[in-house]
């Protein structure tokens, strides 16, 4: 049987790497998978070292922005379906420098639209699928939950970046008929997540018996789901969604950033036989983010309904794999955070 080639954008990143696997490792016989990184800070192959055999897997690394090399990549393998992940991901860094995000989040995806443009001629069953956030639409009082329907509020520069790709991606089904599907997601955790965020951060600053920083009054509120989750719900739509359709997916799961640290020490203490309370002192309340948004929610009714998708991890379990996965993975978060991050976390966190 003939493979279609997916080009998968920012596959070596947290979430693309779990989608990378997942769609290796599913479709053997069916997709030849095509991993475009850059290798930012955020990217890292040892996140794909299972898979980096595999027959139907290619890695390449370079940046979406190049036109040149995202056309020969289009042409060299017939690509078929994008699914695009590649972004700068990280909101305080978006703060710090918001440029990055508009080159690498807006012009990054004008040039896989445009090169999908160029190349999708005649075949009707292309589908270029972006992966977006639920940020775009801006902030939740204490009710209420985001809907597909929602109107476009994004408040940060990477929720801006984000949001501007969304509308190309639409306007570029709108204007020249490409096929494309958009999935706003809440926030995800898991395994190989950078550990800039703040679970895997606060598992890393408890280990090493750091401070422990909680912006704001703590209670800012976010809707978590399991990587593997958002990965099986974007496979999914990919193959059950409509065409020119967004579809949000969201754990109904939300919990104040306090309640997740508080969650993360006594896991922690309690796993390295350290005495109750032992990692609670180390939280330190600091400095809030500008701007920072208050509550996300979700409303996935429509995943729910229309595709079949419920997310299986809960978060008790979610939460204990991801500790245990950190704490066998030191090697791993060392490697990950000797680089550019010692810079970045003092200048973040040390002033
Ligand atoms: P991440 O920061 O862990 O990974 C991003 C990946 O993109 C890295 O591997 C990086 O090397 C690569 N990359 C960055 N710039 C690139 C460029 N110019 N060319 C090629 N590759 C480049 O991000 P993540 O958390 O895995 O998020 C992946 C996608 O999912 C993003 O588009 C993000 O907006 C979206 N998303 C994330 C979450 C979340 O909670 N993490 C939730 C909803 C949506
Ligand atoms: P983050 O993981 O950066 O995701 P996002 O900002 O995209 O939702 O942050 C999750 C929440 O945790 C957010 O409300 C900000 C807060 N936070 C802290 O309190 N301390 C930290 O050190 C970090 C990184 C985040």
Not at 32 to 38: E, F, Q, R
Not at 105 to 117: E, F, V
Not at 231 to 247: C, F, M, P, R, S
Not at 274 to 298: E, Q
């Amino acid at each position: 049987m003939n493979k279609k080639s997916i080009l998968v954008t920012g596959g070596a990143g947290f979430i693309g790497s779990h989608l990378v696997r997942h769609f290796v490792k599913k479709y053997q016989d069916k997709y030849y998978i095509i991993n475009l990184d850059k290798l930012t800070y955020a990217g890292n192959l040892e996140n794909l070292k299972d898979i980096e055999n595999y027959d139907n897997y290619k890695f390449i690394k370079g940046d979406i922005k190049d036109i040149e090399l995202v056309n020969t990549i289009f042409e060299k393998y017939n690509i078929h379906s994008v699914i695009h992940l590649a972004a700068e991901s990280h909101v305080d860094r978006s703060i710090e420098n918001p440029l990055e995000f508009v080159t690498t989040n807006i012009i990054g995806t004008l040039t896989l639209l445009n090169a999908a443009k160029k190349h999708w001629k005649n075949d009707d069953d292309n589908v270029f699928y972006h992966v977006s956030t639920d940020e775009v639409y801006g902030s939740l009082g204490e009710t209420g939950k985001f809907l597909e329907t929602t109107s476009y509020d994004p408040r940060s520069p990477y929720s801006a970046s984000k949001a501007s790709s969304d509308h190309f991606v639409r306007a570029y089904s709108h204007t020249f008929g490409l096929n494309t599907m958009i999935s706003n997601c809440s926030n995800n955790y898991g395994p190989y997540q950078f550990p800039e965020k703040l679970i895997p951060l606060i598992i890393n600053n408890i280990v090493n018996n750091k401070t422990l920083p909680v912006y704001g009054d703590g209670k800012n509120i976010r809707d978590w789901l399991y990587v593997e989750d958002h990965v099986k719900a974007i496979d999914q739509i990919l193959h059950k969604g409509k065409y020119n359709e967004t579809y949000n997916i969201g754990g109904d799961n939300e919990w104040m950033n306090i309640e997740i640290v508080h969650k993360l020490c006594d896991t922690v203490d309690e796993k390295l036989g350290r005495s109750p309370g032992t990692s609670r002192k180390l939280i330190t309340f600091v400095k809030d983010r500008p701007g920072h948004d208050r509550r996300y929610a979700i409303d996935s009714a429509k995943l729910k309904s229309e595709i079949g998708w419920l997310p299986e991890t809960d978060f008790a379990t979610g939460l204990e794999k991801t500790v245990d996965w950190y704490l066998n993975s030191q090697d791993w978060l060392e490697n990950v955070t000797s680089g550019e991050y010692l810079n970045y976390y003092k200048k973040q966190y040390e002033q």
